[in-house]
């Protein structure tokens, strides 16, 4: 009894253990069989795409939200709409150094040439020179003068001084005059104001004396220099009262720069006509009344006039005018 009794235990052990064995053998076949089906090449390629996207996405969100210089570089518009940033404010001078290269390349109306002291024919009063001298003014009355220009509303205007008058070379001629204080004007010089004005010294319309100090200052230290303008203005021929073609006096008016020379075309060529202290160039005895002009500013510029004819105290005007300066 007690043999079958060991016996019995041992027989059903056995079959449990059997049973234990097989059940752990067929799960871990299952689980082999589940590898083999999970890493095969057909669920690789399933999920190839998934993990492309996914891998996209992770690196496009570092680049939105992490600063590189390759957004900058590739993408300048979104770094100028950004926060300012050491390299947007190297690239502002650049863009200012385009606009002016763009100014610089478009032509003005009346583009300046240099104003250096290549003016020849200049008199006492040259380009690029600054003068001291003293301000004063005067009654100017109808505006006329000495340069015989007659009557203007014009009342930037002033008279210069005998020396620097020169014959009548500083008629028309632009000045530039500035004050200690910084104020500063433009005349044209249609008067002489003979001694005792200086050297230097400018005798001004009250208006433009105003545009400097106060009139009851009546004098003041000042600087002034030739003024090139611009101006949409051409010049203007008069012939002086009584003038034929067998005698005539001849001025020109509006002119930029100081007139140099006046020359009229005669059957020898071009004969340079003398110039008086009233401002007209005299053909005593005619030669070249009548026909072609030649005027030369003080830069050596020429320009000639034809068609206008002998009709004395008429202004007539003309399509030229100098180049500024």
């Known amino acids: 009894m007690a043999t079958r009794s060991h016996r019995s235990p041992s027989s059903a052990s056995g079959r449990r253990r059997a049973a234990l064995v097989s059940a752990v053998v067929a799960v871990a076949v299952a689980l082999v069989a589940a590898l083999i089906v999970a890493f095969g090449p057909d669920h690789q390629s399933t999920a190839g795409p998934a993990g492309a996207t996914s891998v996209a996405e992770a690196r496009a969100t570092p680049t939105a939200t992490t600063p590189s210089a390759e957004p900058t570089t590739a993408s300048p518009s979104a770094s100028e709409s950004a926060s300012p940033s050491p390299s947007s404010r190297r690239s502002a001078p650049a863009a200012a150094s385009s606009a002016s290269s763009r100014t610089a390349a478009t032509p003005a109306a009346e583009p300046a040439r240099k104003a250096s002291g290549s003016a020849p024919l200049a008199g006492r009063i040259k380009p690029g020179v600054s003068y001291e001298g003293v301000a004063t003014f005067y009654d100017v009355g109808n505006g006329d003068g000495a340069c015989l220009y007659g009557p203007t509303t014009d009342v930037m205007t002033a008279a210069m001084n005998t020396t620097d008058y020169e014959t009548s070379k500083a008629c028309g001629a632009y000045i530039l005059v500035r004050a200690a204080s910084g104020a500063s004007v433009t005349v044209r010089i249609t008067n002489e104001c003979p001694l005792p004005c200086a050297p230097g010294q400018l005798d001004l319309s009250p208006q433009a004396f105003a545009k400097l100090a106060a009139p009851v200052t009546g004098r003041i230290p000042i600087t002034w220099s030739l ?71 003080i830069y050596g510029e020429r320009l000639e006039i034809t068609g206008i004819a002998v009709r004395p105290d008429v202004v007539q005007s003309t399509r030229v005018q100098f180049a500024r300066h």
């Open 227 to 297: 003024l090139s303008p611009s101006t949409s203005d051409t010049i203007s021929i008069r012939y002086k009262t009584g003038s034929t073609r067998y005698w005539c006096g001849i001025q020109a008016i509006g002119h930029r720069n100081p007139l140099a020379r006046l020359e009229v075309r005669t059957a020898s060529g071009w004969s340079e006509l003398p110039r008086t202290d009233y401002n007209y160039f005299l053909s005593e005895q005619g030669s070249g009344c009548g026909g072609t002009i030649r005027l030369t500013d």
